[in-house]
């Protein structure tokens, strides 16, 4: 009787799990396709332009107030909150070192994709662009140690294949004013593939590794991310932030988008978490095809063919996904495998 009672309280377990992580990864979702929708309507109908800077900078100030309230909550008391910050982030330059590499490799990632789109037109760079999926496929088994099977990797490649039809376009002909090297724009895209990949495994493997706070590892990331954005104003926008204001053009509208720019990020970094950074990928696919459909309906965007047969294949690439059953919530042990075995299917 005891062990029928053990078993059915681990399954319940299991069972809140699994709806926990379900529904960080809805949310997550609902908010990223909304923050898609919002950020173009403020980028395309407002009168005074923002400086998108400025507003990422204000995004990272956000998340890491919002992280240190959660983490006030964690702990239970002031003093254990200044304890905590005390130990773990200002009293762990390492610490605090080691999650500056994502926020470093991230702001790379942000400026090969503007030397992208300088040389390449956007259809191409949307498409091309789409290769950090499998990117991260490679990332997460090589930093890792984790293996995928067959199925998996061919889920990971149909959704690959899905988003690029969702996102692609007919070409056509551009009156291009400037001149443009093709070639340093792939190279770009390239760099940038890389680092998404990178950073978002990296992330994850100091998450997993340690039994550090989620919030604790946020707070030090956000840090570091406050003065990476901080040095993009001033190196991209400075001389007209100083001259219009820090705050020009901010309307509620971007307010919103700041706002779900926010709890996205929140939300992002509890899926990587609990699940992985490919689940992660996958529900940045859903969240695309949600806001194409919304886009539709606002902005009169006509559905294609393709759009239908890439949605398609997206919730089916979902589907197979999640039917392989394997613990994805902890670091795998380094196994005798060679890095060869573990990319071969099992």
Known sequence: MKGMLSRYLCFLSENVSLLFKLYCLTVMTLVAATYTVALRYTRTVETELYFSTTAVCITEVIKLFLSVGILAKETGSLARLITSLKE????????????????????????????????????????????????????????????????????????????????????????????????????????????????????????????????????????????????????????????????YGYTYYVWFVIFLASVGGLYTSVVVKYTDNIMKGFSAAAAIVLSTVASVILFGLQITVTFSLGALLVCISIYLYGLPRQDTTKIQPSETKNSKERLATV
């Open 88 to 247: 773990n982030v200002f009293g762990s330059p390492t610490e605090l070192l080691k999650l500056s590499v994502p926020s470093l490799v991230y702001a790379l990632q942000n400026n090969m994709a503007f030397v992208a789109l300088s040389n390449l037109d956007a259809a191409v760079y949307q498409v091309t662009y789409q290769l950090k999926i499998p990117c991260t496929a490679l990332c997460t088994v090589l930093m890792l140690n984790r293996t995928l099977s067959k199925l998996q990797w061919f889920s990971v490649f149909m959704l690959c294949g899905g988003v690029t039809l969702v996102q692609w376009k007919p070409a056509q002909a551009t009156k291009v004013q400037v001149e443009q090297n093709p070639w340093l724009g792939f190279g770009a895209i390239a760099v940038a593939v890389l680092c998404s990949g990178f950073a978002g495994v990296y992330f994850e493997k100091v998450l997993k590794s340690s039994d550090t706070s989620l919030w604790v590892r946020n707070i030090q990331m956000y840090l570091s991310g406050i003065a990476v954005t901080l040095f993009g104003v001033y190196m991209s926008d400075g001389a007209q932030v100083l001259e219009k204001g820090f705050f």
